[in-house]
T-cell receptor, first 112, second 114 residues
């Protein structure tokens, strides 16, 4: 049973435009969400997180939105740059539990 | 700090051989995760340690897999005997604290069992 789902395996965007990566979750106990970025032959690196007490968190070009009623979160990258091309993983955890559960990832390609 | 350090980066071994993957945590971190990444299943949690104690090993595929934390800064994941279906990228990640918070990943070990 996949508790964190990233339904788009890939996304292609033009440089300078907005990239929107989506993530859905099923476990209502999840209250902390993270996005990781992964380049080939490297480990995932933390990008941005959001607690369930917020609906938005922004860090430079990256903004994460959380819709608790829909059990949906999204990562917006504006403007997109070729260096943003990577696999993006959504992850979730519950404050009552130590586990970090990951989605399968979305490959973002930003074309110059 | 150099971050989470994994060794080796690549390992090619023959079926039936023992394989040992190594991980050095970030200083001061007390939680450790071992994950396995495959195309089919994505990032799967294998085992979680807190303060050197294995808390949850329900993700370990079978008895051929074992993990240890002999001290607060080091962990090993052993596969014995290895099988071709164990081929994957294995990551360890460390975190300060037990709940929530971001985990920091090593660069991974790409294991190929032929």
């Amino acid at each position: 049973d996949q508790q964190v789902k990233q339904n788009s395996p890939s996304l292609s965007v033009q440089e300078g435009r907005i990239s929107i990566l989506n993530c859905d979750y099923t476990n209502s106990m999840f209250d902390y969400f993270l996005w990781y970025k992964k380049y080939p032959a490297e480990g995932p690196t933390f990008l941005i997180s959001i607690s369930s007490i917020k609906d938005k968190n922004e860090d430079g070009r990256f903004t994460v939105f959380l819709n608790k009623s829909a059990k949906h979160l999204s990562l917006h990258i504006v403007p997109s740059q070729p260096g943003d091309s990577a696999v993006y993983f959504c992850a979730a955890s519950a404050s009552s539990n130590y586990k970090l559960t990951f989605g399968k990832g979305t490959l973002l390609t930003v074309n110059p | 700090d150099a971050g989470v350090i994994q060794s080796p980066r690549h390992e090619v071994t023959e079926m039936g051989q023992e394989v040992t993957l190594r991980c050095k945590l970030i200083s001061g971190h007390n939680s450790l995760f071992w994950y396995r990444q495959t195309m089919m299943r994505g990032l799967e949690l294998l085992i979680y340690f807190n303060n050197n104690v294995p808390i949850d090993d329900s993700g370990m595929p079978e008895d051929r897999f074992s993990a240890k934390m002999p001290n607060a800064s080091f962990s090993t994941l052993k596969i014995q005997p290895s099988e071709p279906r164990d081929s994957a990228v294995y990551f360890c990640a460390s975190r300060a604290g037990q709940v929530q918070g971001k985990a920091f990943f090593g660069q991974g070990t790409r294991l190929t069992v032929v």
